[in-house]
């Protein structure tokens, strides 16, 4: 890798030192802890903490086999560290091996789209005909530097970048995040992506203007997503931003899911819900302002730009929410009964 193919600040998440290649497939920080580097994607995960799930160990340990020897890996698409089960895992490779043309939709992101962005969107898998980006809600940019924290196959990264900002991803899924590179790359984007850990994040300080992440946090345990809020509120700039999406305690569907687990306390990667208080509260410890605003009712993951993607009945849900959602900025309890609140803060107190 050269230095002008990292994502700009890239360091070490040990130390923090600055990184730099040691050869094709090894960076090196200046205290000599070595990451691996797959595809020109560093992945920048730390074996010496406990992870947040299963993945970021797998992770690690494929992108070390690769750089080990490279010409040993069998899979170049590392299903197994993209969090599906053995039945998508299996459709992903049938979907790679009967691709036609150079226009036929990734393996990987045709196999998670529900989970990454909804139970409405589960009869896409294995069957989607065009890559739903939705309309992220940021103004236009000129450059900004954006991070996308918990990025997936790329669909906010590529929204962000579409909208004038140079986006960087991050997630522990290298196959993920490898999707991600091919999907940006298709679409003729200049895209960088890091597999990391959103706990330690392995950038300098103030190296972006707008930090963003939808529906990561959420599957954290409390203090696991303080963590990752107080690195976002470290890499962004003093004047930076950050959008955050989170499960609010009080929903429709929010209260059907937490009675349907028996309202026991939530394991590994369970939805945990958030009162909007506690939102608040948590955010500014590390920013100067936060504030919440209603995502959607009725789920967790409804985007009005993928309605001609859904069946009848997700077409109505997300006109109901779209309208509820425009109510709520006008009468503001009905923002308290919202499934999913984006919490809106800005100016980071580390500064």
Not at 245 to 262: D, E
Not at 293 to 300: D, N, R
């Amino acid at each position: 890798m050269t230095a002008d193919s990292l994502p700009p600040g890239l360091c070490c998440p040990v130390d923090g030192t600055p990184v730099a290649a040691d050869s094709p497939t090894w960076l090196k920080c200046e205290q000599g802890h070595a990451f691996p580097v797959v595809d020109g994607i560093p992945v920048m995960l730390r074996a010496d903490v406990p992870p947040t799930m299963w993945l970021l160990r797998r992770s690690l340990e494929r992108a070390t086999e690769y750089s080990e020897n490279p010409a040993a890996v069998v899979d170049p698409m590392f299903l197994d560290t993209v969090g599906i089960s053995p039945a998508e895992v299996e459709l992903a490779r049938k979907l790679a091996s009967s691709a036609r043309d150079a226009d036929a939709m990734d393996p990987v992101v045709s196999v998670v789209i529900a989970a990454t962005s909804g139970h409405l969107y589960k009869h896409l898998i294995g069957k989607l005909g065009s890559y739903p980006i939705p309309e992220i809600r940021l103004p236009p940019s000129d450059g900004a530097n954006f991070l996308d924290v918990g990025c997936n196959w790329g669909r906010w990264c590529i929204a962000a970048a579409r909208k004038g900002y140079r986006a960087v991803g991050i997630d522990p899924s290298l196959g993920a995040v490898l999707a991600a590179k091919r999907l940006a790359a298709r679409l003729g984007l200049d895209v960088k992506y890091v597999c990391g850990d959103a706990r330690y994040l392995p950038f300098a300080a103030s190296r972006f203007d707008q930090a963003y992440s939808y529906s990561v946090l959420q599957h954290f345990s409390k203090t696991d997503a303080e963590a990752a809020i107080a690195q976002m509120a470290r890499v962004l700039s003093p004047q930076g931003r950050c959008l955050v999406q989170l499960a609010h305690t009080v929903g429709l569907r929010s209260g059907y899911h937490q009675a349907l687990r028996g309202f026991r306390d939530p394991e590994g990667f369970d939805v945990r819900y958030w009162p909007a208080a506690e939102m608040r509260r948590v955010f500014a410890r590390y920013f100067a302002r936060a504030d919440v605003s209603v995502h959607c009712y009725f789920g967790l993951g409804l985007e009005p730009s993928d309605a001609p993607l859904m069946r009848p009945a997700g077409r109505a849900a997300i006109r109901v929410s779209e309208a509820l959602r425009r109510a709520s900025q006008v009468v503001t309890p009905l923002k308290y009964l919202a499934d999913s609140l984006f919490v809106d803060a800005e100016h980071p107190l580390s500064h």
